[in-house]
């Protein structure tokens, strides 16, 4: 057999190339990933504490409808390119009185996170979780990460990456009609 | 002397093992958080313990381990606590039913077996009595008979 050390390269390369095109092609999207959590059909943790305007806040008072719970910082940029699906998704649902967004914040300094809702906009409850408790509670890593409770207080979605109002929109559909 | 040996050999095993114990029980809240904090492993890293890590989940976490700690938990009940937001995948150490339990049984197993393999062939290692006649045996053996026959 000839020897053809280039050609045997170019096909080692070209297979390893193939295989990581594949690994890519095939890994989990980096939007709108739903993962798994052990608060799946449990009632959702407690949040209590103060928001960023100063104001109390507890989770069971919105009992009865839909919360989109949302772990963020001012510092993620993941949770920078979402605010506006997240913006669009509250206005939608304060007109039809269905759903509320709350965010909890994750390892942030409070005037950071008033600047970026200053910013960004977003008038929702943005509960701050100085001893990170919350975010325990919840099994929260990192941020962002979105959770949609039912009006029964049920855990019903985890969402662990940055999330699009056209993906809220459609999870929301499929679970008011139980599918 | 070799029962004294073993004696002394087992006062020894025994009262290390009585010792742990003894201070497991009276560790400080802190070496017990400190403790729990590296059978818990931080859900933002890669293998790292919270105990070790700077991450702020892995801070959180800490914090939590003391409030509850402070609150009269168990480790058991702390690492459920953790377990229920987290999942199983965040103790370090593996579940002891089921599939992962192998994870400790099969250690002491293998344990079990190298002793006893040990055990026989250090047997077998013993030096077994010559049975070849020497020269010096004839000649004894001879003498003897000699004397006999005297």
């Keep these: ?62 009992e009865g409808q839909w919360v989109l719970v949302n772990f963020l910082a001012s510092w993620c940029t993941p949770c920078k390119r979402e605010h506006d699906d997240l913006l669009q998704f509250a206005n939608v649902h304060a007109a039809t009185k269905d759903a509320s967004v709350v965010s909890v914040v994750f390892d942030d300094d409070a005037d950071d996170v008033r600047a970026f809702f200053a910013e960004r906009g977003g008038d929702w409850p943005v509960v701050l979780d100085d001893q990170g408790a919350a975010a325990v509670a919840w099994g929260v890593p990192k941020v962002p990460e979105t959770f949609l409770i039912a009006p029964n207080g049920e855990v019903v979605l985890k969402v662990s990456s940055e999330i699009t109002f056209e993906f809220l929109q459609e999870q929301l559909e499929l679970l008011r009609s139980g599918a | 002397m070799r029962k004294l040996a073993w004696a002394a050999l087992l006062l020894v095993v025994v009262g290390a093992l009585v010792i742990g114990v003894t201070d497991r029980d009276q560790a400080s809240d802190a070496d017990r958080a400190h403790r729990l904090g590296e059978t818990i492993m931080c859900p933002a890293c890669s293998g790292e313990s919270v105990t070790n890590s700077q991450a702020p989940v892995a801070k959180a976490i800490r914090q939590r381990i003391d409030a509850l700690i402070d609150e009269g938990k168990s480790d058991q009940e702390i690492r459920d606590t953790l377990v229920d937001s987290f999942g199983e995948r965040i103790v370090l150490n593996p579940p002891r039913e089921g599939l992962a339990g192998l994870v400790w049984v099969l250690p002491v197993a293998a344990l079990v077996v190298a002793v006893a393999g040990l055990v026989v062939v250090f047997r077998r290692w013993r030096v077994a009595p010559s049975t070849e006649v020497s020269d010096a045996d004839v000649d004894a053996a001879a003498r003897a008979r000699q004397a006999e026959g005297r």
């Design chain 1, 1 to 62: 057999m000839t020897k053809r050390p280039a050609l045997v390269a170019s096909i080692v390369i070209a297979v390893v190339l193939a295989l990581l095109v594949a690994v890519l092609a095939t890994r989990d999207p980096a939007v709108n990933r739903v993962t798994k959590s052990p608060l799946l059909g449990r009632s959702a943790p407690a949040i209590e504490g103060t928001t960023i305007a100063g104001a109390k806040f507890s989770l069971a008072d919105l």
